[in-house]
């Protein structure tokens, strides 16, 4: 793969603790707004047939309850559904959390995934050993161009990457030094303009 303008190559892991925080900020930004939403338009529902119960005629009352009751029964999983999710993605993310990753920094795009693991780096480990021949690391990586549907949060540990409102890459700045940091900062500006923001 050619490196040519390589800015910054990094490897990382990501703890369980920053996945967390990160996963939910990033609910915050997509998810619970949509639910809250949703949840007060339900409630004004309810409000309204709550209304025609007291005040309506009898032979409604039973339909009014059971519209009043359905919608109940709506707010309750758009409260619930967001924490199931989030709980059943941590105790995933408990399997692969010693997991390595890599960001490649380019002038035109970023490339980022997983180190997978040398293939057949047991059988040839005596090999290795003598000829002072480590195996390379097998990269595997996505492409992301700048672009306006590429959006950078910078958080207080970690920068969000995401293109789409249902996935997100997480990036610990604690690999960074402070100098780079400024350079990520720089580089994301002059290429994303408003979709790099820094959250308060």
Request: proline share 4%; charged share 25%; net charge negative.
């Amino acid at each position: 793969m050619n490196d040519t303008g390589l800015l910054l190559e990094k490897l990382y892991q990501i703890p369980f603790l920053l996945f967390k925080t990160s996963f939910t900020a990033f609910q915050k930004k997509f998810v619970y707004p949509r639910a809250y939403l949703t949840m007060g338009v339900l409630a004004l529902i309810i409000g309204i047939y709550a209304y025609f119960v007291i005040n309506g005629p009898d032979s409604q009352r039973p339909v009014y309850c059971m519209i009043i009751l359905v919608c109940v029964m709506l707010i309750g999983f758009q409260w619930y559904n967001p924490r199931k999710i989030r709980r059943n993605l941590l105790l995933a993310v408990r399997e692969i959390e010693q997991d390595q990753y890599k960001i490649r920094i380019f002038p035109e795009y970023l490339e980022i995934g997983t180190i997978l693991p040398a293939e057949d780096a047991g059988e040839n480990s005596d090999t290795d050993d003598l000829f002072d021949d480590t195996p390379e690391e097998n990269f595997s990586g996505t492409r992301i161009y700048y672009n306006k549907n590429l959006h950078i949060t910078e958080y207080q540990d970690f920068f969000m990457l995401y293109q789409t409102k249902t996935m997100f890459y997480v990036l610990p700045k604690a690999v960074f030094s402070e100098e780079e940091l400024e350079i990520l900062r720089v580089h994301f500006s002059q290429k994303l303009d408003k979709t790099f923001q820094q959250s308060k």
